[in-house]
T-cell receptor, first 113, second 110 residues
Framework: GQQLNQSPQSMFIQEGEDVSMNCTSSSIFNTWLWYKQDPGEGPVLLIALYKAGELTSNGRLTAQFGITRKDSFLNISASIPSDVGIYFCAGLFGGGSQGNLIFGKGTKLSVKP | KAGVTQTPRYLIKTRGQQVTLSCSPISGHRSVSWYQQTPGQGLQFLFEYFSETQRNKGNFPGRFSGRQFSNSRSEMNVSTLELGDSALYLC?????????FGPGTRLLVL
């Protein structure tokens, strides 16, 4: 079945540094979603991408939908302590049913002040 | 608009018991999906309901069931609880292709 490979699994960075994480798959997706999850809370949607090649920003966050539709990346610029959390990518394949939404295993981000 | 709400937030049960979790989607959203999240397995899809009908189902045993009401609110039931059912259960609602998650219900089975 479809699988998403999200990397890196974890990152330890200094405050102010830029962060980059990505998701790849052998399958083609129609939509890419990036979420952030804080401990004990549900994932919060950061960015949604709907078209191949699309580049979208949300404040210090930028995400791109790969041209091949098999990958996506998320960049965080000038990280701050509140960026700490787990970031998930999710890819939607096929159409309609949310059962076709596949999640990566997450990237755990730690920021040292 | 109010976000997705889930009740209760925390629950402790013992093996063999059953549990019902509730989810109220964002107003106007007709699709509700349920996920189980554990440290080892990550986010795993349980099922999706749309207009009171189960539209898709993940690979979970029949002990896991759900339903959706005419106001789009959804409930998830787990019968004969096992220790391995301890997890964060997340509900997500969507109008089109984007899912919005609730805060989750943390279930601990002792």
């Amino acid at each position: 079945g479809q699988q998403l490979n999200q990397s890196p699994q974890s990152m330890f960075i200094q405050e102010g540094e830029d962060v980059s994480m990505n998701c790849t798959s052998s399958s083609i997706f129609n939509t890419w979603l990036w979420y952030k999850q804080d401990p004990g809370e549900g994932p919060v949607l950061l960015i949604a991408l709907y078209k191949a090649g699309e580049l979208t920003s949300n404040g210090r966050l930028t995400a791109q939908f790969g041209i091949t539709r098999k990958d996506s990346f998320l960049n965080i610029s000038a990280s701050i302590p509140s960026d700490v959390g787990i970031y998930f990518c999710a890819g939607l394949f096929g159409g309609g049913s949310q059962g076709n939404l596949i999640f990566g295993k997450g990237t755990k981000l730690s920021v040292k002040p | 608009k109010a976000g997705v709400t889930q009740t209760p937030r925390y629950l402790i049960k013992t093996r063999g018991q059953q549990v019902t979790l509730s989810c109220s989607p964002i107003s106007g959203h007709r699709s509700v999906s349920w996920y189980q999240q554990t440290p080892g397995q990550g986010l795993q899809f349980l099922f999706e309901y749309f207009s009171e009908t189960q539209r898709n189902k993940g690979n979970f045993p029949g002990r896991f069931s759900g339903r959706q009401f005419s106001n789009s609110r959804s409930e998830m039931n787990v019968s004969t609880l096992e220790l391995g059912d301890s997890a964060l259960y997340l509900c997500a609602s969507s109008a089109q292709e984007t899912q919005y998650f609730g805060p989750g219900t943390r279930l601990l089975v002792l």
